[in-house]
């Protein structure tokens, strides 16, 4: 029998700052701009949705911000989490590739999003913030906000899109246990809401409907604020302590990777992972291919264009220079309702251009496929999301079958899948189909691009 092999690192080696890749760049992001003077915008413009701690954060230039003692000390309920070699895997592959992944399912939640969720309720409630509002999709995010807003006391109210509230109700159920309410988006609670019922009553809804309801409910209560699970600068960088364990922890393994992959939708789990491997790259100690992963049917950084564009449908938050279909873009209602945006992180979108990382899109029964694969042989069913990844890894594996390279890969498994097993009986009961982007309705969602904004 061929075990798996597992790093763990001891509570006092797990790391005490994130890392700001920022600091890195000889050329830096373009800003966020001011949706009505097209000039960048300041800390006054984000005052009414971010306590000033984390606008800080977002436009920090230093290399490193040292987390809080009260966040360290939630995150050591699961946290540092485990670095697995798929021997197993490796074995059902016949592969000579060595594959592994860092498990960010051991979170209370069973994702990696508690890593950003935890700060953010912390630096708000330390500002006297009360309440949070905020968008889910696939409901991780929801479920995390929601364990960390019962941590520190907050209240917490989410807008779940309507096709994962209808696909994923343990999640509804999750976030209502830890104290959260909960509502299917669009919905007729916000004016960005009911204007999408009125021309779409059967909308499936997406994370740019969402956000824009959960924005406008925050903007009108002095004593709310939004909380964002991806995309920002801010959640970026706390997500990168899974890729500095990870580091740490291919030290133990006296390994180094080839190849990292990982699941893109907004880039939190994608840029958590590689960002720390990208410094290790930038300085000369390293020279892994970093790869993102994305849905066929939301890609938006393998077919979008690279353009400013708002982060919500209903053009409420500042334009961000971005690889997006569109903000006015509705994906189908694919299973991974986590990577259903439309636009990817300014910070990843522009570490794409300056060619740091390359990019793929897989169809949706090929990545679960891939996760029962990856379950068959490891135990842990992969949520949706990663199974992207998990992939990409089995891809790549194969062909080092062909070629006979012995490449190291490394994936972020950033959560487990036992909260979304109706996703994988549609696939299995062979109820699954492919969406992928149609040309058309690429083309007409890039028309509504702002005009004559930025460069």
């Not at 994962?164 to 159920?173: E, F, L, N, T």
């Not at 309801?213 to 959640?235: I, T, W």
């Not at 992939?391 to 594996?397: K, L, R, V």
């Not at 498994?413 to 009961?429: I, S, T």
């Amino acid at each position: 029998m061929v075990e798996r092999t597992k790093y763990i690192l001891d509570e006092a080696d797990m790391p005490t700052r994130w890392y700001n890749v920022i600091a890195d760049l000889d050329v830096p992001p373009p800003p966020p701009l001011h949706p009505g003077t097209g000039e960048p915008v300041g800390p006054d413009d984000l005052a009414p949705l971010f306590p000033q701690a984390l606008i800080e954060q977002e436009v920090t230039t230093e290399r490193y911000v040292d987390i809080p003692a009260e966040v360290l000390e939630v995150y050591r309920l699961w946290r540092p989490s485990p670095l697995y070699r798929a021997r197993r895997l490796e074995k059902a592959l016949g592969t000579p590739a060595r594959i592994y992944y860092k498990y960010e399912g051991v979170s209370p939640v069973g994702s990696h999003k508690p890593n950003t969720a935890v700060p953010q309720a912390y630096y708000n409630a330390a500002e006297g913030i009360a309440k949070l509002t905020t968008e889910t999709g696939a409901g991780q995010w929801g479920s995390a906000l929601a364990f960390a807003c019962a941590t520190f006391g907050l209240e917490c109210e989410a807008w779940q899109v309507r096709a994962s509230y209808d696909q994923k109700p343990y999640r509804k159920i999750m976030m209502e246990t830890y104290g959260t309410t909960v509502h299917p988006s669009p919905s007729k609670l916000t004016e960005a809401g009911r204007a999408v019922l009125a021309e779409h009553p059967d909308s499936t809804g997406s994370l740019g409907i969402a956000i824009s309801e959960a924005v406008e409910m925050a903007a009108q209560d002095p004593n709310a604020r939004y909380a964002l699970g991806s995309v920002l600068n801010h959640v970026l960088l706390h997500q990168t302590i899974i890729g500095e364990e990870a580091l740490k922890q291919f030290e133990m393994a006296g390994d180094t990777p080839d190849l990292v992959v990982g699941c893109t939708g907004g880039g939190s789990n994608f840029g958590g992972l590689t960002f720390p491997f990208l410094r290790e790259k930038l300085a000369g100690r390293a020279n892994p291919v970093i790869r993102a992963v994305e849905p066929a049917a939301c890609p938006s950084l393998t077919r979008g264009t690279y353009a400013y564009d708002f982060g919500d449908t209903a053009g409420l938050t500042p334009l961000m220079k971005m690889h997006t279909l569109g903000h006015d873009f509705i994906p189908d209602p694919i299973h991974a309702g986590g990577l259903r945006y439309h636009g990817m992180s300014p910070l990843l979108s522009h570490l794409y251009e300056q060619g740091f990382y390359e990019a793929q899109a897989i169809n949706q029964r090929d990545c679960f496929a891939a996760g029962i694969q990856f379950a068959r042989s490891e135990g842990i069913i992969p949520a949706p999301e990663p199974t992207h990844a998990v992939a990409a890894c089995i891809e790549e594996a194969l062909r080092c079958k062909e070629t006979g390279e012995d490449k190291v890969i490394l994936t972020a498994l950033c959560g487990h899948a036992n909260l979304d097993l109706p996703a994988y009986g549609a696939y299995l009961a062979g109820e699954m189909v492919d969406n992928e982007l149609d040309d058309d309705v690429l083309r007409t969602s890039l028309a509504a691009l702002p005009a004559g904004v930025g460069s």
